[in-house]
C-alpha cells in the first residue's frame, strides 16, 4: 500500500502539467495529470485525491466550473486555483 498523498491537477498546458508534476513527485506526492477537464473529472472519484490543483482558465470548462462539478463528488477535497492572470 502506498501511504503518498495524491495530488490531481488540471491544465491545458501540458508543459505546466509536466513541470508540476515533476516537482510534487519529487516532493514525494503521487500526482495524476490531465490536460482536458472533462477527461479528469469523469476519472474523478470521492476519497481518492488529498488536494485538486486546478487551472482556471481551460477551453471545455474552466476551473471554476471543474470545481463545482468535483464538489458534487467530494465535497471535503482540498482545492487550489493556478492561473498564468
Do not use: Q
Request: with cysteine; charged share 25%.
Amino acid at each position: 500500500m502506498n501511504s503518498n498523498p495524491r495530488i490531481l491537477l488540471v491544465d491545458d498546458e501540458s508543459d505546466i502539467t509536466f513541470s508540476f508534476s515533476i516537482g510534487l513527485e519529487d516532493s514525494g506526492f503521487n500526482v495524476d495529470t490531465f490536460n482536458h477537464p472533462l477527461k479528469a473529472l469523469s476519472n474523478f472519484r470521492s476519497g481518492s485525491y488529498e488536494l485538486v490543483i486546478l487551472d482556471i482558465k481551460m477551453p471545455e470548462m474552466s476551473g471554476i466550473d471543474l470545481c463545482k462539478e468535483i464538489r458534487k463528488i467530494d465535497n471535503n477535497v482540498r482545492i487550489c486555483f493556478l492561473t498564468a492572470f
